[in-house]
């Protein structure tokens, strides 16, 4: 059984055909490696059956290097939990595609992270908005903000609800800058010092929480990764 995301389809479960005889080509299947795969699927059944899988680009590099083996199992757990099944989400494609050639490219393993958590959380839904007040409109650049999850979206002190976030000047910012930029380009200029990365980090890790309930189970593994360093 495979989760592919797919330019066009978005999140799609599959039975791989003839499963067992393709074991041995089991890299094919490694986590987050682009493949090309036909896709067929009956009317009314959630599951597709894939077949004719081909190699596009391995993630073999990433998964062999410690600092980025661990974003792996997170970044798949999250696509495969924040977007919904079977619906077209060509930018969160785009956004993987774009994460894993950064990282091949050398990028921070946690500049990286946010990055890729900010887009995915604005996508779902559950963190839109830029610099302004979500409530009423108020450049947010001056006075505090706090990210409020009923609306959901990030608020001027004015119009917090009680249970809201507070959400710091250079998170803010970094929040901005990571919307407004691709990631080659933060990591250029070398954006986001590691204060804000943290700070940004609780923030993004509060959204999650608000909307799911509990913490993702790959995410731990990042957890080890902070703390080691
Ligand atoms: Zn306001």
Redesign the pocket.
């Known amino acids: 059984m495979l989760t592919l995301l797919t330019r066009d389809g978005g999140v799609v479960r599959a039975a791989l055909r003839g499963a067992r005889r393709r074991f041995r080509h089991g890299a094919l299947i490694e986590l987050l490696t682009e493949v090309s795969v036909t896709l067929f699927q009956k009317e009314g059944s959630d599951l597709a059956r894939a077949d004719g899988l081909e190699l596009v680009r391995s993630a073999f590099g990433l998964a062999s290097r410690a600092e980025t083996a661990m974003l792996l199992p997170y970044v798949a757990e999250s696509l495969s939990t924040f977007l919904p099944e079977a619906e077209s989400a060509p930018e969160a494609y785009r956004l993987a595609r774009h994460l894993l050639d950064s990282l091949e490219a050398g990028a921070p393993a946690d500049l990286s992270a946010r990055y890729f958590e900010a887009w995915l959380l604005r996508l779902a839904g559950l963190l839109p908005g830029g610099t302004e007040?979500a409530?009423?409109g108020?450049d947010l650049s001056t006075g505090g903000a706090r990210f409020d999850a009923q609306l959901p979206g990030v608020?001027?002190n004015?119009?917090a609800s009680p249970g809201s976030v507070p959400v710091a000047g250079p998170v803010l910012r970094l929040l901005g800058d990571i919307r407004r930029s691709r990631l080659d380009d933060l990591v250029r200029r070398n954006a986001g010092d590691a204060a804000s990365l943290r700070a940004l980090e609780s923030l993004l890790r509060e959204v999650r929480r608000r909307f799911l309930g509990h913490e993702l189970k790959s995410h731990r593994f990042l957890d080890t990764l902070t703390t080691g360093s």
Do not use: H, K, P, T
């Open positions: 007040c409530a009423c108020r608020v001027g004015e119009c």
